[in-house]
């Protein structure tokens, strides 16, 4: 049976980031994908113009709707827009799914165009949703929040290991995209071992949607049975393949090639 992977995110209306970067990459990696929509963002490759919050009420009636009926073998949170909302997922999440495990992605910002989508105090709320969680896969400014530490450089990520440990999450992995270089490092942190994954920086405009794309394939391995180190090794392998054959759309930050597991896109060369 496929693993089941519940998405708690935002729309995307470009199609790149947010719900549907966690369906089509849940799908591609041969999981079963279901949704509790957080917000509808109006959005392309040049950036989100609009942010509408859906009712936290009706997320979730989403939430207690699925997990009544299907189920969940993973749950994987993305934009979750307010205070209000991360209340309400933490409550339904406690009540009638406190064993699943969980995939946090803090996401606070837009990759294209930068703009907020984590509003006043929410940051302080996410933390009761981090903690305990299985995993949560913070980018460094998303960490420079969570921790109040100053994370510019891989020195920066080895010292910041001990105040990610605080956040009560049984692993971090802790995405170094920002650092400057020809290599990109992340660092897995669970309980007192460090596992560094390193490799080639890619120079491209096809990062849309990159951090969406990488938990849920995370997640989705977890649904699978692996264990975290290797979920973590093959969602990023997926990223990079997604990103080597991103199809090249949008006149900003490009979408990748999700599909390219089921070779949904046929490239020229």
């Not at 999981?31 to 509790?36: L, Q």
């Not at 827009?81 to 837009?110: G, K, W």
């Not at 990062?207 to 979920?231: F, K, R, Y």
Request: charged share 15%; hydrophobic share 50%; proline share 4%.
């Amino acid at each position: 049976m496929a693993g089941r992977v519940l998405i708690i995110a935002g729309s995307d209306s470009g199609g790149g980031a947010g719900i549907q970067a966690d369906i089509k990459t849940v799908t591609s990696l041969g999981g079963y994908a279901m949704t509790a929509i957080t917000a509808v963002t109006v959005q392309n490759t040049l950036g989100v113009s609009g942010v509408h919050e859906i009712p936290p009420a009706v997320v979730a009636a989403q939430l207690e709707a699925v997990l009544s009926d299907i189920g969940a073998d993973v749950i994987k949170t993305g934009m979750l827009a307010s205070a209000e909302i991360i209340a309400v997922v933490s409550d339904v999440l406690d009540r009638l799914a406190p064993t699943v495990p969980r995939v946090i992605d803090p996401v606070m910002q837009a990759s294209a165009g930068g703009r907020s989508l984590l509003l006043g105090g929410a940051a302080d709320s996410l933390r009761r949703l981090i903690a305990g969680a299985r995993l949560v896969t913070p980018n460094l400014p998303e960490a420079e929040i969570l921790t109040g530490r100053t994370i510019r450089t891989l020195a920066d990520m080895d010292a910041a290991v001990p105040a990610l440990r605080t956040l009560g999450a049984q692993a971090v992995l802790l995405k170094g995209g920002h650092v400057e270089g020809n290599a990109i490092v992340d660092l897995l942190i669970e309980g007192a071992e460090v596992i560094r994954f390193a490799d080639a920086r890619i120079v491209t405009s096809a990062t849309h949607g990159t951090g969406c794309t990488l938990a849920s394939a995370i997640a989705a391995g977890l649904a699978d049975g692996l264990a975290l180190p290797g979920a973590v090794a093959r969602a990023r392998a997926y990223v990079r393949q997604a990103i080597l054959t991103a199809p090249g759309l949008g006149k900003g930050a490009s979408p990748l090639n999700h599909g390219h597991t089921i070779n949904y896109f046929q490239l020229d060369n």
